[in-house]
């Protein structure tokens, strides 16, 4: 590790927790229904989509009331998403006439099941991606079929979050709030303003965004070459802002049009965090006290940072494969441009590789700046099991903070059992029904992450299959080994956890591959968000408990401990013999030259 | 469930259209009328104004006479229109040792240059002493296969063999090289590094002169 790496991975995180409380504090203002100052110029806006839409923002919904809203507007996302992939032919804005029949020799076409995994993914959440975007999207597809998601999903889950913080915060009713309310408040009053702004920054840093065929250059030495071109800026600040992470291009934010500076990469990574981060003041905010929510950031922080460090020292080690190849890895005489560079950009080297690759999988974002295949064993195993752990670790917009909670609860329920007394949280006693919830949030992620790895790395398919075209399900790996392995665990950990983010050799644009993937991402998202949403309606209806001299304080140092301990215990009795059979047993064979 | 279905497609519809057409095409105007040049591509032009490549996108270079990027994996190497890293994990025998080619499939071009046989090739080609090795990012891949630079220490060892080819001093290409070199943004962020494009349109200048 060298000095100036770490230094940067610190001016991040100093950036990151002087911006947590007036993001939150704003945030709590539109949540809460309050005027903010954007609200001369928005307001009417507001109103508008109301009457057009024709809701009513003020009826208070019952949790059941909220979530059928939720998931039929979902519903009708996915399909609306699905019907414009398999027309994009025929529609506007698709200079490459893709899916069409003069379409370039290089277009993939659109078919049924890809649509489907797409749609499926865009709306999770998830921006898990079986195609490349330069050579399969048109720019109507990308702006509306897919971008569209990228704001509405991210509103939704900061919708659903809202909710369940309702839970916490209200008392003795059985409301917790207006879904139509808190989708269209956090769009116009949060990612709008957020998202204009950034989309010009990063369009001043060379992102482009333009409705141009793409250019043929004639290089230097007189090759022709095609430059890729479209709308990227705006779909680039909402996939970072709203941690959707479904780059524009193949190659994601490594791509030099997606991120072309390290100034871009720095506010990328800031804006992956910086909702989560917002949230958990906005928490503390509404159940009026604050410490609760700096003790969940305290918490996020400690195991990002950690997870970061230990990604970073393993990149900076390095690949003993690549050193006896008689080639200078050194970080002493290289410094953040030695180690392990395959797929890394020489722009962000080492540090800024290791820390986006942290966030990304923290966050729910699943945006790369480098290729996660291509990592160490144990540098990759972090990013894996940050999405193994729930994606807590800030998280999603509004999923990472209600996952954290659901771990939060299960916490006092653990630190209950020990002493003996019914466990309480801001105030709440967490009862059976409740702690229900939280496990049923916890199994159904380990369930379809273990059991569909378990499906894709034993399948056997007669080769040539119509639902896999390689054969057998492991034959679509692109490393052989522990590495093949962990390629077919992390994809369904990146499905089910809403994250997108690959081991990206693995060939996922086969029928099999398409339909599992797209059920792990339905499972990860509304199997998790449902019971996270019962659980607000539970919580609702009960009384404020005042805390007594027999309560666990949930805002101390031993609450973050334990916290941190439930997550990891949680995690590593679940995952651990899965990640020994890849990145681990992979780390022992790289250091004995052992190749596949 | 029924009774959420007709705000749910009238809220699709107003709100797809504010958020994948409205927004989108208003900062495309805006974009275009503040920063043109980047909003398309940073597109670099030669003498005769015809499109060369773009500052952003790393090309191709074999030539002795040019700075050669680092190897790429998108298509046949720096192909816009695919993006990619060769996603090889780090026990890969074809990312180590490299690839032949299958000899059966006549249409399908399957060598692939491992990490040995790309570091002997830059070893040859810039003449490196035994005491010299080739730097990393020399020899492996960018994540976007698109990488527009090249390390410092990678550009001053084929400094060499580009003086040798053009018949200039060494002394005029490293000056070259670290007048081409951008230092890490503000001082602290990205790493310091120089852009292969602009550094042989510089060359190509200095021919000229």
Redesign the interface.
Known sequence: MTL?GC??II?YSLLLLVITKPVGFYMTQVMEGEKTFLEFVLGHLERM?YR????NPQEEMHWT?YT??L???S???AL?TYTILRLQGILPFNPMSFSTAVA?V?ATSMTPDLAFNTAVSFTTNTNWQNY?G??TMSYLSQ???L??HN??SAAVGLAACTALIRGFARQSVTTVGNF?KD??RS?LYIF?PI??VY??FL??????????P????????G?K?????G?V???EA?KMLGINGGGF???NS????EN????S??IQMLSMFILPAGFTYMFGKMVKDTRQGWALLAAMFILFILGTFICYYFECR??P??RV?????STN?????????????????LA?SALFATITTDASCGA????H?????LA?LIPLLNIQLGEIIFGGVGSGLYGMLIFAVLTVFIAGLMVGRTPEYVGKKIEQKDVKMAMLFVLAGCFSILIFTALGSVLELPNKSSINVPGAAYNNV??????GF?EILYCYASSTGNNGSA???LTGNTPFYNITSAIAMLVGRFFMMIPALALAGSLVQKKYVPPSSGTFPTHGGLFVTLLIGVILIVGALTFFPALTLGPIV?HF??HNS??? | ?LK?????????I???I????V??IT??I???F??PK??????VYNKTG??????????????PQ?FHP?PSA??TG????????????????K???GQLDDKNTKDIDKSFA???QL?ENY?KENCLSSTE?????A?????????????Q?NALYQARRIAKARGLSLQTIASLIKKHSQD???G????P?VNV?SL??AL?NLDHE
Not at chain 2, 50 to 63: C, D, P, T
């Open positions: 100036i230094l940067q001016i989509v057009m839409s024709g809701v009331t059928y809203s998931l039929t507007f519903l009708i996302g609306f370039p290089y490349s330069e050579n702006m509306l079929g971008a569209y704001w509405i139509w989708l269209v769009l709008f998202t204009f989309s010009l369009v001043s840093q060379g992102v482009i965004q333009n409705f141009a793409y250019t043929v250059a004639l290089t230097v030495e090759i070459q095609i430059i890729p071109q709308p800026a705006t779909q909402i291009f193949n190659a490594a791509h030099p049009f072309p500076t390290p100034f990469n720095l390095g690949n494969n690549i190849q008689h080639v200078e890895t005489v290289l410094g953040d441009l030695g180690g392990n560079m395959e797929g890394k950009e020489i722009r962000f080297g800024d790369v700046n480098c290729m295949d291509s990592l160490t064993p990759g692109n490393n052989t080994g522990p590495h962990t081991f990206a050799g992979e064979l790289m052992k190749l596949f | 469930m959420q279905l007709l705000p749910a497609i009238r809220a699709t107003i709100l797809s504010l958020t994948g057409l927004f989108p900062v495309t805006i974009a275009q503040l920063f980047q909003a398309n591509g940073s597109l015809q499109i060369i490549g773009s500052q952003l996108i790393g090309q191709q270079f074999v030539q040019y680092r998108a298509g720096y192909a816009g229109e695919a993006s990619a890293g060769t996603n090889l994990g780090p026990t890969s025998a990312f180590i040792l491992g990490i040995k570091s070893v090795l080739p730097p990393v990012d020899v492996t891949r960018s994540g976007s296969g698109l990488d527009p630079d090249i390390s220490i890490r943004q503000f602290i962020l990205g790493e590094r494009l042989n349109i190509e």
